[in-house]
C-alpha cells in the first residue's frame, strides 16, 4: 500500500504556545489510539511479519546485554 504525504499547503500561523499544545493533544490522541485498538495493530503488524519473513520486532529481547 503506497501512503500520500500529508501535505499542510494552508497551515495558519500559530503561536509557540498553539502549536505546543496541538502537537500535545496529537500525540495524546495517538497514544490512545495505539492503547484502544492495540490488539489489531498486533495482529496486523504479525501478519506482516510472517508475510515478509522478518523476524517480529515485538518478541521478547532474552539476550544477555554487555556489562559497559
Do not use: G
Not at 8 to 37: C, G, K, Q, R
Amino acid at each position: 500500500m503506497e501512503h500520500t504525504p500529508l501535505m499542510l499547503a494552508a497551515a495558519p500561523d500559530l503561536t509557540d504556545d498553539a502549536a505546543t499544545e496541538i502537537l500535545d493533544f496529537l500525540y495524546d490522541l495517538t497514544s490512545a489510539f495505539e492503547n484502544h485498538y492495540f490488539a489489531q495493530l498486533r495482529r496486523h503488524q504479525q501478519s506482516l511479519v510472517e508475510e515478509r519473513n522478518q523476524p517480529d520486532l515485538f518478541e521478547p529481547f532474552e539476550d544477555e546485554l554487555p556489562d559497559f
